[in-house]
Every structure is written in C-alpha cells, then in structure tokens.
C-alpha cells in the first residue's frame, strides 16, 4: 500500500499541490500518492479523526482550515506557534505535529529579493499568509511596513510584529510589495494599489497565483513580479522533505506547476 498524503481544504479542485507533489514521488521512484480532500468545514472533524487514526502519512491544509487544525495536533512547531497558522501535518511517532512550510516558502523568495539591498518592504494583508510573510521578512531583518483593509485588524497585526502599520491610501515609498490578501481571486480581482504608487516599486510578489490583475499591470510598468506559484513551490519542497526524509527535486515539481 502506498502511503497517503493529501490537501485539505475547501474548496480545493483548483489546487497545483496534486500535480507537483505526485511528480517528485514519480520522479524518485517513491511509493506515496497525494491526493486533493475537499472537506465541508461541517465534516472537518470527521475528516481529523481519519488523520488521527493514520490513513495519511502527511497533509497539506490550506484555507479555510490553517488556524482551526491546530486545536487537533499534539504539538505544534515554534513557528507554527509565532505565526498562529499550520499549514503542514506530520507524525512524529504517534505524536502529530503541526508545522508551517508557508513561511519558508516566502523567505526563499523574500531573501532573492532584497540581495541587492532591496530591504523596504510592504506586506497587504492581515490573515495567516500576511503573518506567515512578516514572520519570514522579519528573519530577513527587513524594514517592514504593514496595510490591510480592515485597520484595527492591521494595526493589531503590525503590533505583534513590531512593524509600523500603514493606511492603504497613503502607502510610503518601498522596493518590495507583497500581496498577502485574497484580492485576485474570482470574484474581486482589481488593483489593491494605485498604479502611480505601484510605479515606484521594484519586486511585486502576488501569493495569489490565478494571474492577477496586479500581477499584468506590475509586469506592464515594468516591475519585477514574482508568482505565488513560487511560493507553491518552496513550501511543497520543505513538506516533501518533511514527509519523505529526501530532498526535493526542485526542477520537477516546478514544471509540475507550470513555472
Ligand atoms: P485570510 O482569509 O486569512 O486573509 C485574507 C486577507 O485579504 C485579509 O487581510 C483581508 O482583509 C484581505 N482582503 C480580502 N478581500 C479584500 C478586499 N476586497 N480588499 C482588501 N483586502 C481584502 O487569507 P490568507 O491569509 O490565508 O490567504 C491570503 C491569500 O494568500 C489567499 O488568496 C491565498 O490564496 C494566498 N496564499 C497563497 C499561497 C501560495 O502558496 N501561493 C499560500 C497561502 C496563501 P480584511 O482583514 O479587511 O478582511
């Protein structure tokens, strides 16, 4: 028998993981399979007691479930614990950890970014991606700004971190801007920013990945843009090697996605 792992969300159709994950199993010959759950939040408990008893080796949890898996697990990593967010299952033992490979993938793109001396920075966003990104941008030791739309949510945020909030309509001059908000999915896809603000800005990193309208109109000024695909890419190698004690083949699962 194969050893399972899985995402769990909901929805969930529209999720890359499948593909790059099955392929660097495929590619080094290893007997896993990954498969995509969609799971009602109804039906969520029903869908941990399944973990618990074993039938996944490792899973993958993406929104609307990353801060509710945690009242689940045994344990949770000190970054799962700082950034309030899991997005990664494994067992230690018998013991199930919650862990976040999210942030890591931020950092991966983040620490290209600012080799340069690119080091302001302004992360849209208050959820569990926007803390994963401060989290990884505070480990770069950048200069942080923080904007989200509700402000008492941001400003929260920004305090926890210990970075300076913002108002979104009068954002200050930075060289990175990072789109940690749903905007872009179906439904409300438009310019979180105005264009003679984005103009100024060097590196645009859109974790949302469905081809934006900020991601085309950052390329069309001339902005570098960096794709949440990879994003996708870093935080489902670190859970590979989480999962199957081997290093990822980085090459493959990025063709897996497309990138
Ligand atoms: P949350 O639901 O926790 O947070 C959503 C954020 O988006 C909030 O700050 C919310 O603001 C803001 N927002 C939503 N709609 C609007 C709007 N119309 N105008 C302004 N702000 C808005 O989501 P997550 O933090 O978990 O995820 C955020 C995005 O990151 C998602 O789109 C997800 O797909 C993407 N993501 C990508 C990953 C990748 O691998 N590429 C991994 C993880 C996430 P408010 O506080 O005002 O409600």
Redesign the pocket.
């Known amino acids: 028998m194969p050893k399972k792992c899985c995402v769990v969300g909901f929805p969930v159709g529209h999720s890359l993981s499948p593909a790059m994950h099955n392929a660097a199993f495929k590619h080094l010959g290893l007997d896993f399979v990954y498969e995509a759950c969609e799971v009602d939040p109804r039906n969520f408990v029903d869908f941990m007691d399944r973990v618990i008893d074993g039938e996944f080796h490792g899973v993958s949890v993406?929104?609307?479930f990353?801060q509710t898996v945690m009242d689940y697990v045994n344990v949770l990593s000190p970054c799962a614990k700082s950034i309030d967010?899991v997005?990664t299952l494994f067992f230690d033992g018998k013991t199930l950890v919650g862990e976040n490979t999210?942030w890591f993938?931020i950092y991966m793109i983040l620490k290209e970014l600012v080799r340069f001396k690119r080091r302001r920075i302004l992360i849209?966003?208050?959820?569990?991606?926007?803390?994963?990104a401060l989290y990884a941008a505070k480990d770069l030791d950048l200069d942080i700004f923080l904007t989200?739309?509700?402000k008492s949510?941001?400003e929260k945020l920004a305090k926890d971190f210990d970075v300076k909030y913002c108002d979104?309509i009068n954002l200050p001059e930075v060289d990175v801007f990072v789109n940690?908000?749903?905007?872009?999915?179906s439904g409300?896809n438009?310019l979180?920013v105005s264009e003679k603000w984005l103009r100024r800005v060097e590196s645009v990193f859109d974790?949302?990945?469905t081809g934006t309208i900020l991601e085309q109109t950052a390329k069309k000024i001339g902005c570098k843009v960096i794709s949440?695909?990879k994003?996708?890419l870093y935080?489902g190698a670190k859970q590979f090697e989480i999962w199957t004690g081997e290093a990822a083949p980085i090459r493959v699962m990025e063709k897996a996605i497309g990138l």
């Open positions: 993406t929104v609307p990353k967010a997005n999210d993938g849209y966003g208050a959820g569990g991606a926007a803390r994963s989200n739309r509700t949510k941001g979104p940690a908000t749903s905007i872009g999915l409300q438009f979180p974790m949302v990945y949440g695909k994003m996708l935080q």
